[in-house]
């Protein structure tokens, strides 16, 4: 089993052993007066910042792995090593988007239940069916936030595969042989890692619109 999906199985489980905490946890913040939209918001923004982290991260390792098949001679080992750090720093950053994703889906299941229930504690019909079309309006908005995340999130694991392969491979064959015979891997990466970045520019963006559609609606 790859390190990368070692890791994300670990956040699974630990997001599984901390989601009994939740109901606990929003109930103390709104006592505070920060509620469930509130930290929705604030998890939607985090997520953006993660995902901005990430582009970084896979750049980096794009420039290195960029700069290392370009071997003209030298010191091959640091190299390597350098590529090797990015490759785990990349990880850590997709881990980090995902993590963060599951805050905002775990939230934002929270807050639309709650709404849901509150709706037929309404004596106005009027208000009712206000607060019932307000409420599926920002469901359908956040539907479609979720799936531009979780699309950008989808196209990480390709790349963390490839760079993984490539570090790998590097690890016992470091020389000049062993680079050439990563070139032809390459031009597949950097497509991979442009089609990631799209998809992630797009999720940044539908996160900022969402964000701006929910300050509005506060």
């Known amino acids: 089993m790859k390190k990368q999906t070692l890791l994300s199985a670990s956040l699974l489980a630990l997001t ?8 606990a946890y929003y109930s103390a913040m709104e006592k505070v007066g920060i509620h469930k939209r509130d930290i929705l918001i604030d998890r939607v923004e985090e997520t ?10 896979f750049q980096s390792a794009l420039e290195r792995l960029t700069t290392l098949i370009n071997y003209q001679g030298g010191e091959l080992q640091a190299a390597y090593e350098q590529l090797n750090d990015d490759y785990e720093s990349s990880l850590a950053a997709a881990n980090e988007v995902s993590a963060n994703i599951n805050k905002v889906e775990e939230v934002a299941e929270a807050l639309f239940a709650e709404w849901s229930d509150e709706l037929a504690q309404y004596k ?11 409420l599926n309006a920002t469901q359908r908005q956040f539907n479609q936030l979720l799936r531009s995340m979780r699309s950008a999130e989808s196209k990480m694991e390709p790349v963390l595969s490839s760079l993984n392969d490539n570090v790998l491979y590097l690890k016992h064959n470091l020389n000049a042989q062993a680079v050439s015979a990563i070139k032809g891997e390459f031009t597949n ?3 991979d890692i442009q089609v990631l970045m799209d998809d992630m520019n797009k999720s940044i963006a539908d996160s900022n619109k969402f964000i701006e559609q929910m300050n509005k609606a506060g």
């Open 16 to 23: 599984v052993a901390l989601s009994g905490c939740q109901s």
């Open 48 to 57: 953006k910042d993660s995902q901005q982290e990430s582009q970084q991260e």
């Open 124 to 134: 106005s019909a009027t208000l009712k069916r206000a607060s019932s079309k307000k």
């Open 189 to 191: 990466l950097k497509r």
